[in-house]
């Protein structure tokens, strides 16, 4: 079956330390998209990347970085310098279409980051 | 510039009750809609879209929505609540032209949890 794997699921570090959380999809989606979710606020867009090599920043990537190496991967790197980083972290992907912006997206399960 | 405004961060109903989920945007350019159900833990699965064709739109497990311009509102029902309903809902927007900040980017509303009592 298709679909969008995120690891882990949960995921603990320290203050401090840098953490990669992981997002490979096997849809053949061009776009790839970063959420942070936190109660009663929704999800708020990181970072998105509609073409390998390529990504945007979103409504809040201070504190986070990404790479799109390959069309599959799109990891997301939440660095010391993000202040609150505790949060359940969704990864989605859409079939991007030049013109076309109805695509919904498909999501992972999440990956829930606890930094003490 | 869109946002998204989903009116009652708690809902609850009993089962066999209509379920009534409000939602309103704001979009600057014709607007596609989602609606996004989130079990515990989980990531989102979707319901049901909009993109200007049929405004009442059908989606899975027996929810619907309907999509009115004049109030710009797409609020999500289902005539008979079941226990499995029970779940966070959310809304979402995107603009309907190519090109521009928003193109590819869904704006979501701060969800909805629905309870559902036996």
């Known amino acids: 079956d298709g679909g969008i794997t995120q690891s882990p699921k949960y995921l603990f570090r320290k203050e401090g330390q840098n953490v990669t959380l992981s997002c490979e999809q096997n849809l053949n989606h061009d776009a790839m998209y970063w959420y942070r979710q936190d109660p009663g606020q929704g999800l708020r867009l990181i970072y998105y990347s509609q073409i390998v090599n390529d990504f945007q920043k979103g409504d809040i990537a201070e504190g986070y970085s990404v790479s799109r190496e390959k069309k599959e991967s799109f990891p997301l790197t939440v660095t010391s310098a993000q202040k609150n980083p505790t949060a359940f972290y969704l990864c989605?992907?859409?079939?991007?279409?030049?013109?076309?912006?109805?695509?919904?997206?498909?999501f992972g399960n999440g990956t829930r980051l606890t930094v003490t | 510039a869109q946002s998204v405004t989903q009116l009652g961060s708690h809902v609850s109903v009993s089962e066999g009750a209509l379920v009534l989920l409000r939602c309103n945007y704001s979009?600057?350019?014709?607007?596609?809609l989602f609606w996004y159900v989130q079990y515990p833990n989980q990531g989102l699965q979707l319901l049901l879209k909009y993109t200007s064709a049929a405004t009442l739109v059908k989606g899975i497990n027996g929810f619907e929505a309907e999509f009115k311009k004049s109030e710009t509102s797409f609020h999500l029902t289902k005539p008979s609540a079941h226990m499995s309903d029970a779940a966070e809902y959310f809304c979402?927007?995107?603009?309907?032209?190519?090109?521009?900040?928003?193109?590819?980017?869904?704006?979501f509303g701060q969800g909805t949890i629905l309870t559902v009592h036996p």
């Open positions: 989605a992907s859409s079939p991007f279409r030049q013109g076309r912006n109805n695509s919904p997206l498909h």
């Open positions: 979402a927007v995107t603009g309907s032209n190519a090109g521009g900040t928003s193109y590819g980017k869904l704006t």
């Open positions: 979009s600057s350019v014709p607007p596609y």
